[in-house]
């Protein structure tokens, strides 16, 4: 029943601190490729259904192949490759690198790592209200999503 919510970030995978850093990173790359997630982040290797933000065609995409920005033409029916990069300008970026969301989200290394424990716990101990409570703090829609990628991988450096 936990993972009946939690799913809405994480796709069939446990709210580690490893999986939780993968998804912000992750969810932090496909702003910045103006994608947006319409699932709990499976994994990278596993199929994401995802939104295009320049056409609005949804769809199932790899996370490995999206964060490379592969293919290049995005998805069949998408503006032709020669135009992608001027639409995106065009798009602008909702992201501000400002946390000012109602409820605050997980934007620094400190707090991006106290609350990625405290998910892991709470989890472990079957509280599955604070773990979605801390769920969002690290994974939920924010202005401020790239900034928080980073702070994920200061957090949890990968070795
Ligand atoms: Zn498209
Ligand atoms: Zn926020």
Known sequence: MTDG???????????STRNVTSAAMALARLDELDWTPRGGYPGSDVLWPVKCLLCGWEGLRFYSHLRRARPKGRHAGCAPAAEIAN????????????????????????????????????HADGDSKQSLFLAERLMGPCTATARRGRAAQRAFPRS
């Not at 919510?5 to 709210?15: G, N, T």
């Open 87 to 122: 639409r995106l300008d065009q798009l602008g970026r909702a992201a501000t690198g400002t946390c000012t969301c109602a409820q605050p989200h997980a934007v620094s290394a400190e707090a991006f790592h106290e609350t990625a424990l405290l998910l892991a716990s709470a």
């Open 5 to 15: 919510h939690l799913s809405q970030y994480l796709h069939d995978l446990p709210p």
